[in-house]
């Protein structure tokens, strides 16, 4: 069971365009939301992170939106520049008092970014 | 600081051969996790640990297992490969509260053939 999506799978964007990666999660109990970002051969690295008790929160070009209400997140990367090509995942975890959930964390499916130069 | 560090980084291992994947951690973290990426599929639990001494099963737990003998270490093994755990194989540590960030190691390929 998939509890988190994550669409599009793959992104093309030119250079100097605006990427948007939209994510959706059914368990009302997550309370952390981060965006990882991970470059071939690497491990995924944190970028960005919101809770949902705000519904923006920005970090130089990279923005996440968040709207509680639809159970939907997404992240925004302004300026897009060759150097952000990399696999981007969105990611949930639940409150701690949800008891045994222990901090794991429920990653979408991923999304491959492209800018083109 | 070498944040997670996995041992090997690439292993090929014929159907029914056994392994063991080692993580490291020096950042005194409690948690430490381990999740195998494929394609089009994320990053998926196999199993976790909340401290020195404990393991849970994640989400696909099935023919792996894990031992966390010390707090830095977080062991996972594969007693009987099979061809279905080609993946590369991910380490996580974090804190818990305030700063729940997980940090990764780069990763372990693993072919089973």
């Known amino acids: 069971q998939q509890q988190v999506k994550q669409s599009p799978q793959s992104l093309i964007v030119q250079k100097g365009g605006i990427s948007i990666i939209n994510c959706a999660y059914e368990n009302t109990a997550f309370d952390y939301f981060p965006w990882y970002q991970q470059f071939p051969g690497k491990g995924p690295a944190l970028l960005i992170a919101?809770?949902?008790?705000?519904s923006e929160k920005k970090e130089g070009r990279f923005t996440i939106s968040f709207n509680k209400s639809a159970k939907q997140f997404s992240l925004h990367i302004m300026d897009s520049q060759p150097g952000d090509s990399a696999t981007y995942f969105c990611?949930?975890?639940?409150?701690?008092?949800?008891?045994?959930?222990?901090?794991?964390?429920?990653f979408g499916q991923g999304t491959i970014l492209t800018v083109h130069p | 600081n070498a944040g997670v560090t996995q041992t090997p980084k690439f292993r090929v291992l014929k159907t029914g051969q056994s392994m063991t994947l080692l993580c490291a951690q020096d950042m005194n973290h409690e948690y430490m996790y381990w999740y195998r990426q494929d394609p089009g599929m994320g990053l998926r639990l196999i199993h976790y640990s909340v401290g020195e001494g404990t393991t849970a099963k994640g989400e696909v737990p099935d023919g792996y297992n894990v031992s966390r003998l010390k707090k830095q270490n977080f062991l996972l093994g594969l007693e009987s490969a099979a061809p279905s755990q080609t993946s590369v194989y991910f380490c996580?540590?974090?804190?818990?509260?305030?700063?729940?960030?997980?940090?990764f190691g780069q990763g372990t390929r693993l072919t089973v053939v």
């Open positions: 919101i809770r949902p008790d705000v």
């Open positions: 996580a540590s974090s804190y818990w509260g305030t700063a729940p960030e997980a940090f």
């Open positions: 990611a949930a975890r639940p409150d701690h008092a949800g008891g045994t959930s222990y901090g794991k964390l429920t």
